[in-house]
């Protein structure tokens, strides 16, 4: 099954299935995917993938998307990350394998795209966030990940 999938630039053409896969982080993300509508998601994506500083990557198997990435340059970001490398840095937004795709290589494949566009801007790291329940944790640490911290949400009820 290893490597029967493709792995290529995402084109607007793409969006409405990025959208539809864009279920798959509902369980644990906190991302401003959650509980939207798919019209909604899918005009997000198609704005973002044509902005400057933002690229997209998906798989396909037998020309089906069956999984996606979507980066942001952080160079001229203004959210004030507060890491000292985050200007050099291409952030790794989502990623998302359908299910029935997964342990095929595919995250790995999409990683490594998202590596090779960060070289190509010059940039130096590749971030991303997780839940510390995500299943995609040790994934991410076998490839060389590592924590810079530990983020806490924090909420009072009044």
Known sequence: MKGR???REMTP???ETVAQLCRLFEPVSTT??????AEDVTAWVREHISLQGWAGFVAEVESEVVGFALCKDMEND??????PQAR???????LAVDEAFR???????????SEEL???WGRTGLLLDVAED????????RLGFERLGAQVFMRKRI
């Open 78 to 83: 203004p959210s004030g990350f507060v890491f």
């Open 88 to 94: 050099e840095t291409l952030y790794l937004l989502y």
């Open 13 to 15: 053409s793409d969006v």
């Open 134 to 141: 995500n299943p995609a944790l040790s994934l991410y640490k």
């Open 103 to 113: 342990g095929q290589g595919i995250a790995r494949a999409l990683i490594h795209a």
């Open 5 to 7: 999938y493709q792995i």
């Open 118 to 120: 960060a070289r190509k």
């Open 32 to 37: 401003i995917f959650r509980r939207i509508e």
